[in-house]
């Protein structure tokens, strides 16, 4: 006696397939919950950059939420991590930590193989499920961007600068328009996407290189007599240091202006504020590493005071000792000149 042979009609071949595409449907939708979810199709070790920059952008804003809320209190909590380089107070306060677990936590929370460095340490225990999911579902890229295609990269090659507080001094003095909440992603070494956050303005500015900008970024036009008498924008702790230099360097006729935090600083080029940021001596990356993806998208230039590009893919090696300048337009002729005026 033969064996026996089971034949499906259609109607039973119509219905395996519908449960075949239901599973596809749960499985891409993080359990049904109605979210495209990027980890299905991409696999274990790929992540998704625009999924990357719209968590990066929430986090970056709640992160501001935090610092904004601190600030408004009497208390801040404010503590010192020893001095700086020039000698000047290097503290830290209650905004910086709580914004730093919103920001970081909330990235390993969404992507937990990812390497996220950030400015603060938290020596405490925080159970990640008790760390609620960032939600990006209102957080559209539709800023000036020519470039739509997403990019999917390997997790391995991914590593994320935070600075959950930038201009802590300044915040400490109430200067608020100085401090920013930044996040950068670097793919290889290089910031790929930078964002900057202004909590004080809830202004959110970000860049993927090789894609766009949010729609409240311009680059002024270029300037004959910016090279001439140039508008410089520098550090309010060592601004004597830095004044001689740029005067070496540009001229009595050079304008030096003293601010705070290097997201600010950065920003004020594409405001018009000033045609060149400098920096004179070490710096860390988490400071930098958003304002170099924003110049790089948009023209402009960030290297080392000796014309190098500035590496962000040693997440264990935070410092640029070689200081920095940047510009979006000239940046050669600065780096020139400053170079002739450190040796003189």
Same mark, same amino acid.
């Given at each position: 006696?033969?064996?026996?042979?089971?034949?499906?009609?259609?109607?039973?071949?119509?219905?395996?397939?519908?449960?075949?595409?239901?599973?596809?449907?749960?499985?891409?939708?993080?359990?049904?919950?109605?979210?495209?979810?990027?980890?299905?199709?991409?696999?274990?070790?790929?992540?998704?950059?625009?999924?990357?920059?719209?968590?990066?952008?929430?986090?970056?804003?709640?992160?501001?939420?935090?610092?904004?809320?601190?600030?408004?209190?009497?208390?801040?909590?404010?503590?010192?991590?020893?001095?700086?380089?020039?000698?000047?107070?290097?503290?830290?306060?209650?905004?910086?930590?709580?914004?730093?677990?919103?920001?970081?936590?909330?990235?390993?929370? @969404?992507?937990?193989?990812?390497?996220?460095?950030?400015?603060?340490?938290?020596?405490?225990?925080?159970?990640?499920?008790?760390?609620?999911?960032?939600?990006?579902?209102?957080?559209?890229?539709?800023?000036?961007?020519?470039?739509?295609?997403? @990019?999917?990269?390997?997790?391995?090659?991914?590593?994320?600068?935070?600075?959950?507080?930038?201009?802590?001094? @300044?915040?400490?003095?109430?200067?608020?328009?100085?401090?920013?909440?930044?996040?950068?992603?670097?793919?290889?070494?290089?910031?790929?996407?930078?964002?900057?956050?202004?909590?004080?303005?809830?202004?959110?500015?970000?860049?993927?290189?090789?894609?766009?900008?949010?729609?409240?970024?311009?680059?002024?036009?270029?300037?004959?007599?910016?090279?001439?008498?140039?508008?410089?924008?520098?550090?309010?702790?060592?601004?004597?240091?830095?004044?001689?230099?740029?005067?070496?360097?540009?001229?009595?006729?050079?304008?030096?202006?003293?601010?705070?935090?290097?997201?600010?600083?950065?920003?004020?080029?594409?405001?018009?504020?000033?045609?060149?940021?400098?920096?004179?001596?070490?710096?860390?990356?988490?400071?930098?590493?958003?304002?170099?993806?924003?110049?790089?998208?948009?023209?402009?230039?960030?290297?080392?005071?000796?014309?190098?590009?500035?590496?962000?893919?040693?997440?264990?090696?935070?410092?640029?000792?070689?200081?920095?300048?940047?510009?979006?337009?000239?940046?050669?002729?600065?780096?020139?000149?400053?170079?002739?005026?450190?040796?003189?």
């Amino acid at each position: 006696m033969g064996a026996a042979q089971i034949k499906l009609s259609p109607i039973g071949i119509v219905v395996l397939g519908l449960v075949f595409v239901a599973i596809i449907y749960y499985l891409s939708t993080d359990g049904g919950s109605g979210e495209f979810s990027q980890r299905y199709f991409e696999g274990e070790d790929t992540v998704s950059i625009e999924k990357l920059i719209k968590t990066a952008i929430h986090l970056a804003e709640k992160g501001g939420d935090v610092v904004r809320k601190i600030r408004k209190g009497e208390d801040l909590g404010e503590e010192s991590k020893g001095q700086t380089l020039e000698g000047a107070n290097n503290p830290v306060t209650q905004g910086d930590m709580l914004s730093h677990r919103a920001m970081y936590y909330g990235f390993k929370k @969404e992507f937990p193989r990812l390497n996220v460095v950030s400015e603060e340490h938290d020596h405490g225990d925080v159970d990640l499920k008790d760390v609620k999911s960032p939600d990006i579902s209102e957080i559209k890229l539709d800023g000036k961007l020519h470039n739509k295609e997403d @990019e999917v990269v390997s997790a391995g090659s991914l590593l994320i600068w935070i600075d959950p507080l930038d201009a802590t001094q @300044e915040y400490t003095e109430n200067l608020v328009q100085y401090v920013t909440t930044m996040i950068c992603i670097v793919v290889n070494g290089k910031p790929v996407a930078g964002i900057i956050h202004k909590p004080f303005l809830q202004e959110t500015y970000w860049a993927w290189v090789g894609h766009g900008s949010s729609g409240n970024i311009d680059v002024p036009p270029e300037k004959d007599s910016a090279l001439k008498m140039p508008k410089v924008i520098v550090s309010r702790s060592h601004a004597g240091e830095v004044n001689a230099t740029v005067r070496s360097a540009f001229g009595p006729q050079s304008m030096v202006i003293p601010a705070g935090g290097a997201g600010y600083k950065v920003l004020s080029l594409f405001e018009d504020k000033a045609n060149c940021y400098v920096h004179v001596t070490l710096i860390k990356k988490w400071d930098i590493c958003s304002g170099d993806a924003l110049l790089r998208t948009l023209g402009g230039k960030m290297t080392t005071l000796d014309n190098e590009e500035i590496e962000y893919g040693d997440g264990s090696k935070p410092a640029n000792e070689k200081g920095l300048v940047a510009a979006l337009h000239n940046h050669a002729e600065y780096q020139e000149k400053l170079a002739h005026g450190l040796k003189s």
